[in-house]
Structures are given as structure tokens and as C-alpha cells.
């Protein structure tokens, strides 16, 4: 005789073999959580959960990880847990902080990226301007503005 056990949640687990009762001839012995009824056929992303005296069907998004359309950080849903449109299956690339999820693929986010550059050079170029300032040295002073100039030209029309 086969029963299907479930775990202490009530999710499905597997189908079991039932051993017959040494005590009771003709009946069988059904392990603790398993069910003699056989659980719903489920769709993808959906598994079998036992409520009461009948199957449910619940969510089941456990089994890959998925990755927020913003933040890039990754999430495993638990069983159960409603799916979320933030998320995507689609890891992002390796190595690239500057990327963002479009047209449902993940691609490199070429304009933070720049202003993200952009600035560094303006913190370089500030940090530059310290031993002129202090040596009277207008003429590299006037160099390093127009070079900060350019930048924040480039940044204003990048934001």
C-alpha cells in the first residue's frame, strides 16, 4: 500500500510503502504526516500541501535563486512564499556594479558608470589642488579647474 508523507508544515514530501500490521491482518501501518489519499498534481513553481483533511496547492519558488531587478541582491523564496515581480532568475554579471535589469537582461549601466568615474576624477583633481593652493601655483591651479570644469559639464548632462 502506498501512503505520501508530508513534513511538519504539511508540504509533500514523497510517496512511502506501507508496511503491513503484524497486529491487524489486512491493515497497514501508515507512518506519522503521510496520507492514504494521493496529493494534486501540481503545475511548475507549485507543490502539494496538506490542510486539514484535504491537498492544497501552494507556491514553490525554492528551488533557484533569484535576483532583485535593482538592488542585484539574491533571494531563495520559501515554500509557500508568493512570487515576486522584482525578482528575476536571471543572475546578473560578474564583476560589473554598474549594471541595471532591462528588456529582461541584465546590462551594464554605461551612464552611472561614467558619472560614478566622473566623480573620482573631481575627488582626484580636488585632492590635486592642495599643494598649489599652498605653493602659489595659479597657473596649475587654472589647469586643474578647467579639468574640474569639463567634468562637471560632462556630469550635469549625465544626470
Known amino acids: 500500500m502506498k501512503a505520501y508523507q508530508t513534513d511538519q508544515n504539511g508540504i509533500y514530501i514523497s510517496e512511502v510503502d506501507c508496511q503491513p500490521s503484524p497486529l491487524e491482518k489486512g491493515k497497514f501501518l501508515i507512518p506519522g504526516g503521510a496520507y492514504?489519499?494521493?496529493p494534486p498534481k501540481c503545475k511548475e513553481n507549485e507543490i502539494p500541501k496538506r490542510v486539514g483533511n484535504t491537498w492544497t496547492k501552494v507556491s514553490?519558488?525554492?528551488?533557484?535563486?533569484?535576483y532583485h531587478k535593482i538592488t542585484m541582491s539574491s533571494k531563495v523564496f520559501k515554500?509557500?512564499?508568493p512570487f515576486?515581480?522584482?525578482?528575476t532568475k536571471l543572475q546578473p554579471i560578474k564583476g560589473e556594479y554598474f549594471q541595471k535589469f532591462t528588456n529582461n537582461v541584465w546590462v551594464v549601466d554605461t551612464a552611472k558608470k561614467r558619472i560614478n568615474e566622473i566623480k573620482l576624477a573631481l575627488i582626484?583633481?580636488?585632492a590635486k589642488t592642495?599643494?598649489?593652493?599652498?605653493?602659489?601655483?595659479?597657473?596649475k591651479l587654472i589647469e586643474l579647474e578647467n579639468?574640474?570644469?569639463i567634468l562637471r559639464g560632462e556630469l550635469r548632462s549625465l544626470q
Do not use: C, K, M
Not at 514553490?60 to 533569484?66: A, G, K, L, T
Not at 515576486?84 to 525578482?87: F, I, K, N, P, V
Open 147 to 149: 579639468q574640474a570644469s
Open 36 to 38: 492514504i489519499d494521493s
Open 79 to 81: 515554500i509557500g512564499e
Open 124 to 126: 582626484e583633481i580636488d
Open 130 to 139: 592642495i599643494r598649489p593652493l599652498r605653493d602659489n601655483e595659479t597657473d
Open 84 to 87: 515576486d515581480d522584482s525578482y
Open 60 to 66: 514553490n519558488f525554492s528551488n533557484d535563486i533569484y
